[in-house]
């Protein structure tokens, strides 16, 4: 995607358009994939553990949740948004569901829809969303 779109527009500070020095495809047409395996694999750098998670569920071998899900990822989030010294917390201020965390967050929802736009203008189609019920659950702590 980075080499097919060059012009999302200018970016509210603290985001970006990053293009990594990666090499694009020469010739779309040529690329024959084959079946992909049944596991992906993802560590963290500084630590030597690997996760092997299972490509269909998306879950550990031991059936846990992988380290990189939405979940596991928005309740660290909560953690932090709790801790953050630079605000007065209230009642109630705390989003209690991902979905209302991320749509409280403003300046990424515009982005976002900046991005959308540059998809369309560039060709690329509409981005695919997915179910809303799967940004619908607790942030639990």
């Not at 030597?48 to 490509?55: G, K």
């Amino acid at each position: 995607m980075s080499h097919r779109m060059e012009d999302v527009g200018q970016l509210p500070t603290p985001y970006r358009h990053n293009r990594p020095l990666l090499s694009g495809v020469s010739d779309a047409e040529a690329r024959q994939p084959g079946k992909s395996p049944p596991f992906s694999v993802n560590w963290v750098t500084g630590s030597t553990d690997l996760e092997m998670i299972n490509a269909t569920t998306g879950r550990r071998s031991c059936g846990g949740p992988s380290r990189l899900c939405k979940h596991v990822f928005s309740v660290r989030w909560a953690r932090l948004y709790s801790r953050l010294s630079t605000r007065t917390p209230s009642p109630g201020d705390t989003p209690s569901m991902y979905c209302e965390a991320k749509l409280g967050a403003h300046t990424y929802q515009a982005v976002k829809q900046q991005l959308f736009r540059a998809f369309q203008k560039a060709g690329l189609g509409t981005w695919v969303q997915k179910p809303p019920e799967q940004q619908q659950f607790l942030l639990t702590l």
